[in-house]
């Protein structure tokens, strides 16, 4: 007998379940109703997709001609209206040739913002430089002094503005928020019903109320012969409505703080305010990173109503700037997806932050 | 023997120094108040003295006497003639209006979004990733601007409206739809649906008795669309059949009849529904995301089908995170429809400023339409509230 040697069929291959090809047919020929899925949006696409190409790129004007715009409407976009008009859609109403003005000031702005973003700049200077910072912008769009010809705020406009109320309503409601946030915990009644009250009315009506609100009947308000700008009152208005949902998510990050801090605190004989600023607050308020970062883009994307009580910040600006000339109006709409744009820009580039912030902060947690 | 040392006085919580925490409390508070008192005192004076020195009435005696301006559109009968509180009462129907159909509106297609989230067609989750990334990033007054725009721009005149079928018609005048004639028959058939619905539920309730009692379940969804179908139908017979339609027609210069939906309101509902529901999409994946994997296996080991797991095991837990911030969300989509003062669609802030700017009195237009916003969302949340708790654990 002799032994032969007979292989046993080899195994076939494993199947690839990594790289395109199986990523593609999982994703998208998974099974009979994804694969109609994505025939079906295929095909929507390339009806839909070339008129559109079409329309914003291939016979799209680029050039500021308002001839060559309206021969072109309905097939073709007229970005040709921005180049036309993006100083007046950007900085509003502003003198022309002091324009370097705003954009200095929304740069260095634009620059503390982003530094305040970086944690190893969280420190007591932050308070400083936004001191500094804010000053300067005030000095450059006003100006007055340094030899800078004086601008009054009702030419102020723009992505300045925008920026600039944003800004200051939230560096304003900050401590305002942190203040009846404790008050809404506090033992005291008299002052935990006020705090409640004030976030709650506030939160129950809309921000153009408390908009009409500054000014309608501010003005009535004030003392005779006392006149503030309607600027400032605005901002006003928007800081308390900001304060009040600031308020609700540092009051959040409070009740996160377990009781055994507060009482530890106690035992080693803080008082309220010590517990509070050196225990509490650091904790809490590291905690509500995120939640702010997401009134600052609510904030900031809630600017545009300031249009409503002629205040002409970006959204305001570009109606400014197309409505009153009818060579350029029906080109608006391409305006308007300009401005979508900025505003998407900004709220996407802070909402990722917020994300990636999100994942710092509790980095501490994840084990 | 044993000395006892007299116990030591607890310290008094109400001794009348500085150094009871009773009384720094109420110090505090007495401050606070009085400071507050002051600030609204300063304030109500500034504004008594203002008003008298520039020659402003105030009260809402005003509200009795004609309006004196025409309004867009209307629920109920309204004309210029009548008075303020009229308008004002036309104004607060249509911001219900938009509201209420934009909630709706908003909850399925924001749903629908943030399941699309989970889809395993990788062009589907790229897609509503996208949608919600691009409406919540760009405010939603800018929004509503460009839906008007592209309704007043780009849409046919309303004497070449496009049509389907010669039933809907579309223009800048709007979206004209078919409309039954209202009469006793649609009456009838209203109530037998209201009474179909009351029928539906007492079936489910036994339904459900029935399950825990004897293991068995019964069908509930298709039973009870049908109990509402057919008894809406009976009610719809009872009232002689009417088959009536106001049907809308191109006219010379506009589309007539038919039930019509104007430009403005358009834009609103779609500014605000498209906006709202990005938010929406998020509230419902984060809600799915919380319930535990382990918890569709496990309600899959027991032998539940998809749809039952979905329904009896996941939805009902998950709503339980979704609940609270959803409320929230409808909430600011009420608040928001107070931007439609923007577009001229004529709600309820829309009518104040046109009465601020004919009678000059800011408080009182001001204060209605705080009022009205307040109530909504008191009501809004406490229905939510009230919602929220039947949703919640029953915990022991």
Known sequence: ?367 | MSTSIAPRQPPKKRDWSWRSQYVRGLVYQVVALGAIAFVVWFLAHNTLLNMRTRGIQSGFDFLLGPAGFDIGEMLIRYDALDPYWKAFLVGVLNTLRVAIIGIILTTIIGTLIGIGRFARNAIVRGLCYGYVELFRNVPVLLQLLMWYLLFTEVLPATYEAWNVAQLFFLSKGGIAIPAPVWGLGQGLAALGAIAGLLIAAVYRGWARKRFEATGHALPTIWPSVAIVLVVAFLGWLAGGAPTAWNIPKQGDVMVEGGMIATPEFLAVLFGLVMYTAAFVAEVVRAGIQSVAHGQVEAASSLGLSRGQSMRLVILPQALRVIIPPMTNQYLNLTKNSSLAVAIGYPDVVSISNTAINQTGRAVECIAIIMLVYLTTSLATSAFMGWYNKRAAIKER
Request: hydrophobic content about 55%; proline content about 6%.
């Open chain 1, 1 to 367: 007998m002799s032994a032969t040697f007979d292989p046993i069929a080899p195994r076939p291959a494993p199947v690839r379940t990594e790289g395109f090809v199986p990523w593609v047919r999982r994703n998208l020929f998974g099974d009979i109703k994804s694969t109609i899925t994505t025939v079906v949006i295929a095909l929507l696409a390339v009806l839909y997709l070339p008129p559109l190409i079409n329309w914003a790129f291939v016979q799209a004007v680029y050039q500021p001609d308002a001839e060559a715009c309206q021969a072109a409407r309905g097939s073709g976009a007229c970005w040709g209206a921005i180049v036309e008009k993006y100083r007046l859609v950007i900085f509003g109403r502003y003198p022309f040739d002091d324009q370097w003005r705003p954009l200095l000031a929304t740069a260095l702005m634009l620059g503390l913002l982003v530094a305040s973003c970086t944690r190893p700049l969280w420190n007591k200077w932050l308070v400083v430089r936004w001191l500094v910072v804010l000053g300067a912008f005030l000095v450059l769009m006003g100006g007055g002094w340094f030899g800078l010809e004086e601008v009054s705020t009702d030419q102020w406009g723009g992505l300045p503005l925008t920026i600039m109320l944003a800004s200051l309503s939230i560096v304003f409601a900050f401590p305002l928020a942190v203040l009846v946030a404790l008050g809404r915990r506090s033992h005291l009644p008299a002052i935990r019903t006020f705090c409640t009250l004030y976030v709650e009315l506030i939160r129950g009506v809309p921000l153009i109320s408390v908009l009409f609100m500054a000014s309608f009947m501010f003005p009535l308000f004030m003392p005779q012969g006392m006149t503030i700008d309607v600027l400032v009152r605005v901002l006003v208005g928007i800081t308390l409505f900001a304060a009040a949902y600031m308020a609700e998510v540092i009051r959040g990050g409070l009740q996160a703080i377990p009781k055994g801090q507060v009482e530890a605190a106690q035992s080693l004989g803080l008082s309220y305010w010590q517990t509070q600023r050196k225990i509490v607050l650091p904790q809490a308020l590291a905690l509500v990173v995120p939640g702010i970062m997401n009134n600052f883009i609510s904030i900031f994307k809630d600017t545009s109503l300031v249009t409503i009580v002629s205040l002409y910040e970006l959204t305001g600006s570009t109606g400014l700037a197309f409505n009153s000339d009818a060579d350029w109006r029906p080109f608006k709409i391409e305006a308007y997806l300009f401005i979508t744009a900025i505003y998407f820009v900004f709220c996407f580039a802070m909402s990722r932050y917020s994300l990636w912030i999100e994942k710092q902060l509790n980095r501490s947690r994840t084990r």
